[in-house]
């Protein structure tokens, strides 16, 4: 096991737990305004997908549910901190809150899979123009059953576009068991979208980042699609309100015990952990401080007279 | 009582009284009762009659159709107004069209909560009823803190046309007053009665000098602005607030002020309000203004969200500018 | 072989392609308005499936191209003649045109695949009430890409509902040849939302009313979808104004010789298919005619008022 | 020229010039070059520039984002007006936001032709561009037979803001004239020069009594009625059709008449004409009167369809009623 990859993975997978629990903390005493869908317990795969990036020449597409990627891509606490603050300076001046992050060649969007049909646009670009680098999208259980993510499978299929679809199956879209609503499997339908599928259970950061690897390199090389399930979960609420009322017993089990931050963790020396942990505390809690201080922005240099 | 409850305690009776009643959506069932808790409690009380859907809009909303061709009266949730940009075919290209070419009665009533001012950004705080404004074979209503959300919520499922039925998320957790003393200072009443009432909050006794006309959440920024032109001011307004945005007879409103100041969330050009004003200056006479959002998509920022969406504070000055500018 | 059955089923299907042509005459003639699509060459389908319905009970829904759906059904030339010159006497007196028909339980549209949604609706509605009877829906291949085709299926199979979905696949989407822009194969992705899956080349109108008689039977008893796939070929113009300069010359080529039509007309006895031809000529000329003199609608009867 | 040959000389000039120039949509290849042969011979000439798409609106609409997004100019075509409902969610939560919220500029025309006199029925007839009215982040933009459809297309790919670009099923057999001479009486000048022209359509000498206002393909029912007002009334009319219709500034429309009446080919309810109309009445302080379609679906049959669609004699008779209502 490579110990200096997986302490620089549990970093940046406890800055990414840290930084939801802080959101957590300011919602439930009235500091934060809208809303937040924490990523607690998927840390992994957003740190062991997102190391391979190559910022300039890749794409990424987040959902609603994007702090971890944000943050697995740039590091950039204080900006998000601010983001969801609103202030001037969040990662978009504070336009656009927690769900509408903009940051280089990294977009999201609140609309579940709505961020799809442009995936695969901005890979059939890359395509057409002979650019190197692959669009790696995440999508949830839950938008696996909307049109639009439906449609842009097809369109990947059909063009054999250098894309890589990431679903974080998390079992939930809010609080509905996906399962229960969803006919069929989601592997026959993505093969019957023409797409190479691979499943993986998400509970060794890595292992994530070795076995997508080997598929971010075959998609850089074929220039052609593929899926990629994670099955995983959500240790925290869907969003700021929610109370859990909904699990299912077996399933929140199983992840509390294989918790995947918590097995990197234990192979770690306590002594490196003691330290990554202090670090990334003081650095989460100077961030969320700075950002309480920012200033706001100015309705009249963020919102330009139209044309 | 709150809004909130006067929706559930309609739903609750027509679940109750007519068996027909289905509700359709996401998260709709228990534990979680809807994004919006409107459902809270009732999948228990009724089993089989809250069908919880999959993340798939269209779909469900063409689903709600099935099942209103085959005589149910299915009451879907769009759980954001905001998704509601994803069913506009099957409600424009379907809905409507079965409704009036194919001469099918339908019980359809597709309830969606709207609007901004709580920082959700811009996917997830417009006022995108618009859309449905002015095609034929839709009617689109929304209730408000005068207007019980009950009742209209019972009529649109019984009436026998498609209905977009726009709530407001802030709304929620609002006390209703159809009645009788609003605050200190105002009185509620009603001043066209119809099956989708339009209500008066005015002064008991002093006549206006100008009216207020909105609909939905954003009254409350109205309602406010009211309230500081008398304070600040000493100019008295009364505000008439309609609940059948696509049908309501504007031409024919008992307007008692000089002048009309039209308010609504959404953005003003090309919106409802512009539409209201046009009618009333050509049926009633009076110089009417339309306000709304400005042109930009909505922020997340409380300051640019302020900046962007209509506040009391705008409304107020741009009715003095307004009321000056139209003095004969 | 069921000789009786045969010519019944060869004269609804003469009666189908006779009306399709006097309608290519109109339109050539400029003597009628608006657009129209024919169903020659795919009538063996229309005859062989709806063969079974029970006009009561069942529901079925059309495409664009219903012509041939509505006149399996009903049979009634003169009415859809009149529909199409948009007279009073039409099916919906004119208000709808080709694309826009409703017959008792009988609806088309003309988005392709939009009714799909609404046929699981109404089997949904089938299943709540307890009451008998399935829902068949057509559907092309062309339409198969579209979103709410998928999100219909994946609702069917979630909701396991009784829908027979046919899909006819003449293998173009107007001008386009659906499989060059389809990712995968129809049968993993429709088995991917949790339906059985059939497929069946459709030459013979007998062998067809005989499979659609068994899933029609299997979907009546168990109240579950069963999606069918129909290989066949339209051997006329997607619309009035198709020069069908885009065909591929084998699969031409093939139905031309395999008509379903001329099968089942080689099978008759000569007698028998001079009569069937000759009633029907005079049959439908007689619609066409009658049509020709009803009168147009009047706007203040067909359109009211809003309430 | 005709207004087709317009479009397809300019889209080839975009593809010959500017590499980065793409069009996407169904059918657009040879041999069948689109549903109404706009790009007839282009990917023939420019392999691999057109890209045909499935049946997936929403999918291709956004793909062309992504393009876009990517530093490309996708030119989307939806085959049909009525179909752009397919599409409101990527155009309305996704381009637009992206344009403004995320400060991109973007490159991308989404083309479709609209509109009705036709017989095609409700679901092909329509002129659905009001859904995307008063969104911010996106222009919707119309060309008509006296403004150059290329120029305007040109304009549009080359903005760096999304924009709906509306096209008229009937109006592309007809010839464009852009100056001069129209038929035996009238004269086509610019009225107001920019990107998105305002054209005007008038007696060369005669001060017009009223004004006509309108867009798009009715056009071809307001001249009519303009005719028909001289011949049959003696009123003389003029008419400035406008093709920028979300930005375009009718606030400062050079109205020569003393009343106003604008046309839209759409619903009058809720639609284009009552914003424009309201604009003028408050700005340039004229009587407007806002004409459209009747409060119905759009039928097939000839005589239904032209009760429900505005026509050239509905125009006159209603025009004449107002100039006499409007008169000091
Ligand atoms: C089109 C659309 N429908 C509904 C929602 C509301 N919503 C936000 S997240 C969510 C559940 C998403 O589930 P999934 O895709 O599994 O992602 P997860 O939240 O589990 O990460 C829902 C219903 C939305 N944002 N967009
Ligand atoms: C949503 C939508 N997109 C496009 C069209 C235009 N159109 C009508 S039929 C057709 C091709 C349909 O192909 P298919 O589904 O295979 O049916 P077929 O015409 O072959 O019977 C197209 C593109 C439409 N009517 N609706
Ligand atoms: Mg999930
Ligand atoms: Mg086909």
């Not at chain 1, 579940?112 to 442009?118: H, I, K, Q, R, V």
């Not at chain 1, 995983?232 to 509390?256: N, Q």
């Not at chain 2, 709150?2 to 009776?13: S, T, V």
């Given at each position: 096991m490579n110990l200096d990859l997986l302490a620089r993975f549990y970093e940046r997978m406890f800055l990414i737990r840290t930084f939801e629990q802080t959101v957590e903390a300011y919602?439930?005493?009235?500091?934060?305004?809208?809303?937040?869908?924490?990523?607690?317990?998927?840390?992994?795969?957003?740190?062991?997908?997102?190391?391979?990036?190559?910022?300039?020449?890749?794409?990424?597409?987040?959902?609603?549910?994007?702090?971890?990627?944000?943050?697995?891509?740039t590091g950039r606490v204080f900006e998000l901190a601010s983001e969801l603050m609103g202030k001037k300076t969040g990662v978009i001046h504070g336009r656009g809150g927690s769900q509408h992050l903009a940051f280089g060649n990294f977009l999201t969007n609140g609309i579940t899979g709505g961020m799809l049909p442009s995936a695969v646009g901005v890979a059939l670009a890359k395509k057409l123009k002979g650019e190197p680098g692959v669009v790696i999208s995440f999508l949830g259980d839950g938008g696996m059953n909307e049109g639009h993510t439906l449609e842009a499978l097809n369109l990947?299929?059909?063009?054999?576009?250098?894309?890589?679809?990431?679903?974080?199956?998390?079992?939930?879209?809010?609080?509905?068991?996906?399962?229960?609503?969803?006919?069929?499997?989601?592997?026959?339908?993505?093969?019957?979208?023409?797409?190479?599928?691979?499943?993986?259970?998400?509970?060794?950061?890595?292992?994530?980042?070795?076995?997508?690897?080997?598929?971010?390199?075959?998609?850089?090389?074929?220039?052609?699609?593929?899926?990629?399930?994670?099955?995983?979960?959500?240790?925290?609420?869907?969003?700021?309100?929610?109370?859990?009322?909904y699990v299912v017993p077996e399933l929140e089990a199983y992840w509390r015990e294989n918790d995947p931050l918590l097995?990197?963790?234990?192979?770690?020396?306590?002594?490196?952990?003691?330290?990554?942990?202090?670090?990334?505390?003081?650095?989460?809690?100077?961030?969320?401080?700075?950002?309480?201080?920012a200033p706001f922005p100015d309705p009249a240099e963020e919102l330009k007279p139209r044309p | 009582m709150r809004y909130i409850e006067h929706l559930r305690q309609a739903i609750e009776d027509l679940l109750a009284q007519d068996p027909t009643v289905y509700l359709l959506g996401e998260d709709i069932e228990e534990?979680?009762?809807?994004?919006?808790?409107?459902?809270?409690?009732?999948?228990?009380?009724?089993?089989?009659?809250?069908?919880?859907?999959?993340?798939?809009?269209?779909?469900?909303?063409?689903?709600?159709?099935?099942?209103?061709?085959?005589?149910?009266?299915?009451?879907?949730?769009?759980?954001?107004?905001?998704?509601?940009?994803?069913?506009?075919?099957?409600?424009?290209?379907?809905?409507?069209?079965?409704?009036?070419m194919y001469d099918r009665p339908l019980h359809y009533v597709l309830r969606t909560p709207s609007g901004g001012?709580?920082?959700?950004?811009?996917?997830?705080?417009?006022?995108?009823?618009r859309l449905f404004l002015g095609i034929p074979g839709l009617r689109v209503v929304a209730p408000n803190v005068l207007s019980d959300p009950g009742a209209l919520l019972k009529t649109s499922v019984?009436?026998?046309?498609?209905?977009?039925?726009?709530?407001?998320?802030?709304?929620?957790?609002?006390?209703?007053?159809?009645?009788?003393?609003?605050?200190?200072?105002?009185?509620?009443?009603?001043a066209v009665a119809d099956r989708f009432p339009v209500q008066r909050l005015a002064l008991p006794d002093e006549p206006p000098e100008v009216s207020f006309v909105t609909y939905g959440g954003v009254l409350q920024e109205v309602i406010q602005a009211q309230e500081r032109l008398l304070y600040d001011h000493e100019v008295i307004a009364e505000t008439l607030v309609i609940s059948d945005l696509s049908h309501g007879?504007?031409?024919?409103?008992?307007?008692?002020?000089?002048?009309?100041?039209?308010?609504?969330?959404?953005?003003?050009?090309?919106?409802?309000?512009?539409?209201?004003?046009?009618?009333?200056?050509?049926?009633?006479?009076?110089?009417?203004?339309?306000?709304?959002?400005?042109?930009?998509?909505?922020?997340?920022?409380?300051?640019?969200?302020?900046?962007?969406?209509?506040?009391?504070?705008?409304?107020?000055?741009?009715?003095?500018?307004?009321?000056?500018?139209?003095?004969?």
């Amino acid at each position: 096991m490579n110990l200096d990859l997986l302490a620089r993975f549990y970093e940046r997978m406890f800055l990414i737990r840290t930084f939801e629990q802080t959101v957590e903390a300011y919602f439930a005493r009235g500091q934060m305004r809208g809303t937040t869908h924490g990523s607690i317990g998927q840390e992994a795969i957003a740190v062991g997908v997102l190391s391979h990036v190559h910022p300039d020449e890749d794409f990424v597409t987040g959902t609603h549910r994007s702090h971890g990627h944000f943050l697995a891509l740039t590091g950039r606490v204080f900006e998000l901190a601010s983001e969801l603050m609103g202030k001037k300076t969040g990662v978009i001046h504070g336009r656009g809150g927690s769900q509408h992050l903009a940051f280089g060649n990294f977009l999201t969007n609140g609309i579940t899979g709505g961020m799809l049909p442009s995936a695969v646009g901005v890979a059939l670009a890359k395509k057409l123009k002979g650019e190197p680098g692959v669009v790696i999208s995440f999508l949830g259980d839950g938008g696996m059953n909307e049109g639009h993510t439906l449609e842009a499978l097809n369109l990947a299929g059909a063009f054999q576009t250098p894309n890589i679809f990431v679903l974080e199956n998390n079992h939930y879209a809010m609080s509905t068991v996906t399962e229960r609503v969803t006919g069929g499997t989601f592997e026959s339908r993505v093969r019957g979208f023409g797409l190479p599928y691979v499943r993986h259970r998400a509970l060794d950061v890595l292992e994530i980042h070795r076995l997508f690897g080997e598929i971010y390199q075959r998609v850089r090389e074929t220039r052609r699609p593929v899926f990629l399930e994670f099955e995983t979960y959500r240790l925290c609420g869907h969003s700021k309100s929610d109370k859990r009322e909904y699990v299912v017993p077996e399933l929140e089990a199983y992840w509390r015990e294989n918790d995947p931050l918590l097995r990197a963790r234990r192979a770690l020396p306590e002594e490196t952990v003691r330290e990554i942990e202090e670090r990334v505390r003081r650095q989460v809690a100077e961030a969320f401080r700075r950002a309480e201080e920012a200033p706001f922005p100015d309705p009249a240099e963020e919102l330009k007279p139209r044309p | 009582m709150r809004y909130i409850e006067h929706l559930r305690q309609a739903i609750e009776d027509l679940l109750a009284q007519d068996p027909t009643v289905y509700l359709l959506g996401e998260d709709i069932e228990e534990p979680y009762g809807g994004a919006f808790k409107v459902t809270k409690g009732l999948s228990t009380k009724f089993p089989g009659r809250l069908l919880s859907m999959p993340m798939s809009e269209q779909g469900y909303t063409g689903l709600g159709i099935g099942m209103a061709l085959a005589g149910l009266k299915p009451i879907v949730e769009i759980m954001f107004g905001d998704f509601v940009t994803l069913v506009v075919d099957q409600v424009v290209n379907h809905l409507a069209k079965f409704y009036e070419m194919y001469d099918r009665p339908l019980h359809y009533v597709l309830r969606t909560p709207s609007g901004g001012y709580r920082g959700y950004g811009a996917t997830h705080s417009q006022s995108l009823e618009r859309l449905f404004l002015g095609i034929p074979g839709l009617r689109v209503v929304a209730p408000n803190v005068l207007s019980d959300p009950g009742a209209l919520l019972k009529t649109s499922v019984n009436l026998g046309m498609p209905v977009i039925f726009v709530e407001n998320k802030l709304d929620y957790a609002r006390p209703v007053v159809t009645q009788g003393a609003f605050g200190d200072l105002f009185v509620v009443e009603t001043a066209v009665a119809d099956r989708f009432p339009v209500q008066r909050l005015a002064l008991p006794d002093e006549p206006p000098e100008v009216s207020f006309v909105t609909y939905g959440g954003v009254l409350q920024e109205v309602i406010q602005a009211q309230e500081r032109l008398l304070y600040d001011h000493e100019v008295i307004a009364e505000t008439l607030v309609i609940s059948d945005l696509s049908h309501g007879r504007v031409e024919t409103l008992p307007l008692r002020g000089r002048a009309v100041v039209v308010v609504e969330e959404s953005w003003v050009q090309f919106g409802w309000a512009r539409d209201v004003a046009y009618r009333i200056q050509h049926h009633a006479g009076k110089p009417a203004l339309a306000l709304g959002a400005r042109d930009h998509y909505i922020p997340a920022s409380e300051p640019l969200e302020r900046f962007v969406l209509p506040t009391a504070s705008r409304i107020v000055t741009e009715t003095l500018q307004f009321l000056e500018r139209a003095t004969p």
